[in-house]
T-cell receptor, first 114, second 113 residues
Framework: DADVTQTPRNRITKTGKRIMLECSQT?????MYWYRQDPGLGLRLIYY???????NKGEISDGYSVSRQAQAKFSLSLESAIPNQTALYFC?????????????FGPGTRLTVL | AQSVTQPDIHITVSEGASLELRCNYS??????LFWYVQSPGQGLQLLLK??????LVQGIKGFEAEFKRSQSSFNLRKPSVHWSDAAEYFC???????????FGAGTRLTVKP
């Protein structure tokens, strides 16, 4: 089984709809992240969480919200989706350590907003 | 904040040829540096990372990278490319004080038979 899973893998929705993307991990990591990937822009950090009670905005948090339901679960919500949120979304995890650690990525969720 | 530039959007090499992918970073202190690979339809996999010490870093799949502070570069190399290396490659720089990691735009590698 994959260590970092994302659901759904693909989603098509309409402008104005509320969408939730879910991420689960079995790695036992405290830190979790949400990124979006756009062609020519690489990955940009949306939100990150160092533990269940710690949520931080990333580079591009406007229009998004997150929920850390448990150590293993981190959800990303689009309250009112718009077409420029069409992108590939990745969840990632890392250990909670003083030394900067490798991030482990899920397979991605491809979201299309019409 | 730190930033990363990957000057080459797309590179084509012949199978068996050598490869060098360029990465330049901007950061006020010694950074954490990473190279990730993304195969089609897959997530990102770490190839190698640099934190400190030896500036030539060995990674998986026969890749290596060299940190050059004077040039603010962290170029990825492989002496002989295999068809399975066709993928998109991302360089990333992390700040030592937090978990803010910035990715380059990526370089897509095509391998010719």
């Amino acid at each position: 089984d994959a260590d970092v899973t994302q659901t759904p893998r693909n989603r098509i929705t309409k402008t104005g709809k509320r969408i939730m993307l879910e991420c689960s991990q079995t790695k036992g990591h405290d830190r979790m992240y949400w990124y979006r990937q756009d062609p020519g822009l690489g990955l940009r950090l949306i939100y990150y969480s160092f533990d269940v009670k710690d949520i931080n905005k990333g580079e591009i948090s406007d229009g998004y919200s997150v929920s850390r339901q448990a150590q293993a679960k981190f959800s990303l919500s689009l309250e009112s989706a718009i077409p420029n949120q069409t992108a590939l979304y990745f969840c990632a995890t890392s250990e909670n350590d003083r030394i900067y650690n490798e991030q482990f990525f899920g397979p991605g969720t491809r979201l299309t907003v019409l | 904040a730190q930033s990363v530039t990957q000057p080459d959007i797309h590179i084509t090499v012949s199978e068996g040829a050598s490869l060098e992918l360029r990465c330049n970073y901007s950061y006020g202190a010694t950074p954490y540096l990473f190279w990730y690979v993304q195969s089609p339809g897959q997530g990102l996999q770490l190839l190698l990372k640099y934190f400190s010490g030896d500036t030539l870093v060995q990674g998986i799949k026969g890749f290596e990278a060299e940190f050059k502070r004077s040039q603010s570069s962290f170029n990825l190399r492989k002496p002989s490319v295999h068809w399975s290396d066709a993928a998109e490659y991302f360089c990333a720089v992390g700040a030592r004080r937090n978990n803010d990691m910035r990715f380059g735009a990526g370089t897509r590698l095509t391998v010719k038979p």
